[in-house]
């Protein structure tokens, strides 16, 4: 394949975002991340559990933890809704619940639609934040998952799993 051909492709990468709600701000996260998307389930506290996390359920006879994505990134706490889901994604190998307000579709982003993230944006901390796309008259916040959960707490985690 020439070069030209080559920077055709690479200009036409495009990747596929779930894409949920934590008040106003619309999020995503990378499609192949994601486990399952499921209801508001039971959740069973865990003593001496990091801050934001609310426990673990049994997801379909596995133990997960769940954690509160508005605490992890210190946005104010609502109470949960019919509306409310549990996004299960994989970090570093471990199985996690993501607890949003809302869940609501696919979308295609091309590569080069996303921009680095700002340093703050919607109240989240760019820490957390793997950048911006820009689709027509939406902004998608783009996730980074590694740095939600950092290892030491993937570590907590995994204890708490175990």
């Known amino acids: ?10 200009q036409n990468t495009e990747h596929q975002f779930i894409v ?9 996260v990378e499609i192949l991340q994601v486990q399952t998307i499921e209801r508001m389930l039971d959740i069973t506290r865990v003593p001496h559990a990091p801050d934001f996390v609310e426990g673990v359920t049994n997801l379909r006879g596995m133990v997960v933890p769940i954690i509160d994505l508005r605490k992890r990134l210190n ?26 307000d809302s869940a609501s579709d696919v979308v295609k982003v091309p590569e080069d639609a996303i921009e680095p993230a ?6 989240v901390e760019s820490t957390y934040l793997d950048g911006v796309a820009k689709m027509d008259d939406r902004l998608l916040i783009l996730l980074k998952l590694s740095e939600v959960l950092n290892k030491d707490e993937v570590n907590q985690i995994k204890k708490i799993n175990a």
């Not at 949920?20 to 995503?28: K, M, S, T, V």
């Not at 700002?118 to 109240?123: C, F, L």
């Open 118 to 123: 700002p340093s703050i944006i919607g109240g």
């Open 20 to 28: 949920f709600n934590l008040g106003d701000e619309e999020y995503g």
């Open 75 to 100: 946005l104010p706490e609502i109470e949960a809704t019919d509306e409310t889901r549990i996004i299960t994604v994989k970090i570093e190998e471990v199985m996690v619940g993501m607890i949003v």
């Open 1 to 10: 394949m020439s070069k030209e051909k080559n920077a055709k492709v690479s």
